[in-house]
DNA sequence: ACAATTTGGTGTATGTTATACACAGATAGG
DNA sequence: CCTATCTGTGTATAACATACACCAAATTGT
């Protein structure tokens, strides 16, 4: 399954001269799957639902991706989209890899469904297009390709782990930020701490943006790092 | 099916005195669903695999709990199990809020279905419980709520982030880390900056530990932040 | 022009899910 | 006893991925 999906992200297709017409493409088929995730979620991407959405049957989408775990992979790195180029940003690395986490923030914005699925998948250009313009924003610092690449690591999955929330705590329905509320006050007893929290405004519905406070944490723990490594030598 | 969980996951379910015994417990029944999903994955998880555990048929299962959605709500609580008393360690905040990431990290370790399940979901008594004494870790360090809160979601969010890759980089195996890095080489030309990270140990098998690495990253972030706002009052 | 080859789309079938529903047998309270 | 209540079962349904055989279309070589 991986090994298809390889050609398929990597590889050149090459339209063969024989047969039909193709009615579809790889490309309108992964466009049309996404647009589904996006406006329902990737429980609504069937094989019936993406063939149906050109007027085909289910099986002839096998025509032209070998299987669903196929087709998400290409819907991901379809969704990450271009990788920026962040070499005209000045200021070293640190604005440098903060615009590459808020771009990939977006990302995730865009396509919600997206994290559910991206872990420990096969990789495709995307993807790996943005996983290099943050090592090389962090190319010049004196840090080793370990470090480097923990520390891309750790911005990324920072990024990751928040994006679940983003809509909620900043959002106006904030549904699930409710439930958890009622439960914390439900019972007061055994979460004090998260009473106060709460009580100072947590899961609140302020101006505080979340997502930039821990981005700058991250990054100023980094920025410690390699400041302490420089004045090593 | 949130009610239904939180009926199950907070209330206390009382034993109706008529009817034959019941053959199972919900207990018994989460207990085996987290051992099979400890063993082989959520996706081996179907309700007639958990009921076949016990000997009794699909349906049987659905007299202790409502439906797979709510079983998996009970399996996400058991899982992350009694929250630690971290209120023994010595030495401030620091030291609290690292062991507390730790040993969410071995929760991760112990349950890899976790990760892919435990996000947006209700919150069990459990995992208020881990919620709250991270909370009360950074309880004393004049922050907000808001800040608070943030700085919590910060560290579970780079702990949760990098568990997909710890059993990977760290282990022998590392299929994953293989094909990405044979990938990085064969295009070489497009991935310098990965190519030269790699050249540099990247994505190797040292003795380099990714997670201590990030979370000492993390909580230098938060150190600096707390200690510019006690100097600046 | 014609036949062979290759390819696209369809219809049908299979196996796996979750889960609704009706029923049979067990159990305890009145 | 007998009736309400509860447990476990059998059957049915609907959604899902996907294997396979088939027909029709289009191009290539003769």
Redesign the interface.
């Known amino acids: 399954m991986?090994a298809k999906s390889?050609e398929l992200l990597?590889g050149s297709a090459e339209r063969p001269s024989r047969g039909p017409k193709p009615g579809m493409s790889v490309e309108q088929i992964v466009a049309a799957a996404i647009r589904i995730a996006d406006a329902e979620g990737l429980g609504a991407v069937s094989m019936q639902r993406v063939a149906g959405e050109f007027g085909f049957t289910t099986m002839s989408l096998y025509r032209y991706v070998p299987g669903k775990s196929e087709l998400v992979d290409l819907m991901i790195d379809t969704a990450v989209g271009e990788p920026p180029d962040l070499s005209a940003i000045p200021g070293g690395w640190r604005p440098k890899l903060a615009e590459w986490a808020r771009l990939t923030w977006v990302v995730f914005q865009r396509h919600p469904w997206f994290?559910?699925e991206a872990?420990?998948r096969?990789?495709g250009?995307n993807q790996?297009?943005f996983?290099?313009?943050a090592?090389?924003a962090l190319?010049q610092c004196g840090l080793?390709?370990?470090?480097?690449?923990?520390?891309v690591?750790?911005v990324?999955?920072?990024v990751?782990?928040?994006a679940?929330?983003s809509g909620?705590l900043a959002g106006a329905s904030n549904e699930?930020g409710n439930?958890?509320g009622a439960?914390?006050r439900q019972?007061a007893d055994?979460?004090?701490?998260?009473n106060?929290?709460?009580?100072?405004?947590?899961?609140?519905l302020?101006e505080?943006d979340?997502f930039e406070?821990?981005l700058?944490?991250?990054?100023?723990?980094?920025e410690?790092?390699i400041e302490r490594g420089s004045a090593r030598r």
């Open positions: 991986t390889v990597w994290l559910a872990t420990q096969i990789m250009p790996l297009g996983l290099e313009t090592v090389a190319g080793t390709g370990e470090e480097i690449m923990a520390s690591l750790m990324n999955g920072y990751r782990s928040l679940p929330f909620e699930w439930a958890v439960l914390i019972h055994r979460f004090p701490a998260l106060a929290a709460i009580a100072e405004g947590a899961f609140g302020s505080f979340d406070f821990g700058q944490r991250v990054l100023d723990g980094l410690v790092y």
